[in-house]
């Protein structure tokens, strides 16, 4: 086999053979229309959450790239310094994953995190999010590279 170096033009063509060959569905889980890509969306949703006798917020949690094929997104959250290690982060984990559940068609919510975020890491499985897998040496902090989780919980595994 030999790499040769061709023409945009040429490559194109290539390119556009192949796709038309069967469907691009079988080719990507992201959404498709009238056979073509769909962009990602850049909504973001944001919880943000208070606790009554706190006058400030406690943390937020958002949900991101939206998937509507696969019913799925992405979320993410932050916890206020301040009010780390006193169960908020899993108060407002387990009322985001119920306010979502309940009220979209997604099946699956997934997130990522660093290895070296223990705290993180505890939190997501505490509520009963299942490590997917493992992005190896994905996270770069101070010159070192780390390894990052992806977790997932399906509507199937939610408990209310």
């Known amino acids: ?19 038309e060959a069967d469907r ?29 006798s706190i006058f400030e917020p406690v943390g937020n949690i958002f949900y991101f790239d939206i998937n509507e094929r696969n019913l799925s997104c992405e979320f993410g959250y932050k916890i206020n310094p301040k009010y780390r290690n006193q169960g908020f982060g899993k108060t407002m984990l387990a ?8 009220n979209t068609n997604f ?7 660093a290895s070296f975020n ?26 070192i590279l780390y390894d990052d989780y992806i977790y997932s919980m399906l509507r199937s595994d939610w408990r209310l």
């Open 95 to 102: 009322e985001s994953i119920y306010h979502i559940f309940t």
């Open 107 to 113: 099946n699956k919510l997934y997130c990522q995190t």
């Open 118 to 143: 223990l705290p993180s890491v505890k939190l997501l499985e505490s509520i009963g999010f299942k490590r997917d897998g493992i992005l190896r040496e994905h996270h770069e902090l101070e010159g």
């Open 1 to 19: 086999m030999k790499l040769i170096s061709s023409n945009p033009e040429k490559l194109y063509t290539f390119l556009k053979e192949w796709s």
């Open 24 to 52: 691009l569905e079988l080719h990507t889980c992201r959404p498709v229309i009238n056979g073509r890509r769909i962009p990602r969306s850049n909504e973001v949703f944001h919880f943000l959450y208070f606790e009554e």
